[in-house]
C-alpha cells in the first residue's frame, strides 16, 4: 500500500526557534498534501492544504505566516513552524492524496515539544 | 460535508465482535461513509468505506442502513491491538475537488483481556 512517511517523529525546540517538518509519499506521487494538528485528548484539525507547485490553502483561524508550508514537489511537503512557542507543542500529521486514486494515506505524525 | 455523530467511548472483549455505531442523518446522496481509527500517539489509519452496500474487508465489516442515515462498523474478533479512536466520516467523491476528511471526536475503543 502507499506509505507516507515524517521526519523527524519527535522533535524538541526551545522557544523562539524554528522548526521544520518533512512529509513525504514514498511511493505515489501526491499533488496535494494536507497537514493536520492534534491537540491532547482531541480530534485531529485541519491545518492547511498545499499543493504541488503553488500557495498553501490555510484553514479558517491558521496563521499563514508563523506555519509555513512548501510543496516543491509531487512528493515532498515541509511545514515551518517559525518562532515556536509552548502553545505550539502539538502532534503534528500530514496526508498525501495519491494522484491516481485520489485516496489519502497519513503520515505517522511529528510530536513537537517547545519549551 | 455531512456532519456524524457518534459515542464518546466503547468497551469490548477480546474475541468479542466489536460494534460501533455512527449517525449521519444529513448524509448526501453522493456521499461516502469512511471509517479511520487512530492508535495512541500514530497516524490514522484507513479502515474501510461504502456508499449503499455493505462492505467487507481483512479488517472490519461496514453495514449501511438502508436510508444511509447511519452505519456500524464491526470488528468481528477484537484484539487488544485495536484499542483505538475511531472516527466515522462522511464525505463526497474522491475525484470531488472538494473532498476533504474532517475527524469529528470518534469513539475511543477499549478492547480488555
Known amino acids: 500500500g502507499a506509505v507516507v512517511s515524517q521526519h523527524p517523529s519527535r522533535v524538541i525546540c526551545k522557544s523562539g526557534t524554528s522548526v521544520k517538518i518533512e512529509c513525504r509519499s514514498l511511493d505515489f506521487q501526491a499533488t496535494t498534501m494536507f497537514w493536520y494538528r492534534q491537540f491532547p485528548k482531541q480530534s485531529l484539525m485541519l491545518m492547511a492544504t498545499s499543493n504541488e507547485g503553488s500557495k498553501a490553502t490555510y484553514e479558517q483561524g491558521v496563521e499563514k505566516d508563523k506555519f509555513l508550508i512548501n510543496h516543491a514537489s509531487l512528493t515532498l511537503s515541509t511545514l515551518t513552524v517559525t518562532s515556536a512557542h509552548p502553545e505550539d507543542s502539538s502532534f503534528y500529521i500530514c496526508?498525501?492524496?495519491?494522484?491516481?486514486?485520489?485516496?489519502?494515506?497519513f503520515g505517522p505524525g511529528t510530536r513537537l515539544t517547545v519549551t | 460535508d455531512a456532519k456524524t455523530t457518534q459515542p464518546p467511548s466503547m468497551d469490548c472483549a477480546e474475541g468479542r465482535a466489536a460494534n460501533l455505531p455512527c449517525n449521519h442523518s444529513t448524509i448526501s446522496g453522493n456521499e461516502y461513509v469512511y471509517w479511520y481509527r487512530q492508535i495512541h500517539s500514530q497516524g490514522p489509519q484507513y479502515i474501510i468505506h461504502g456508499l449503499k452496500n455493505n462492505e467487507t474487508n481483512e479488517m472490519a465489516s461496514l453495514i449501511i442502513t438502508e436510508d444511509r442515515k447511519s452505519s456500524t462498523l464491526i470488528l468481528p474478533h477484537a484484539t487488544l491491538r485495536d484499542t483505538a479512536v475511531y472516527y466515522c466520516i462522511v464525505r463526497l467523491p474522491l475525484n470531488s475537488g472538494y473532498s476533504t476528511l474532517t475527524f469529528g471526536k470518534g469513539t475511543m475503543l477499549l478492547v480488555s483481556p
Open positions: 496526508s498525501a492524496r495519491q494522484e491516481s486514486s485520489y485516496e489519502q494515506y
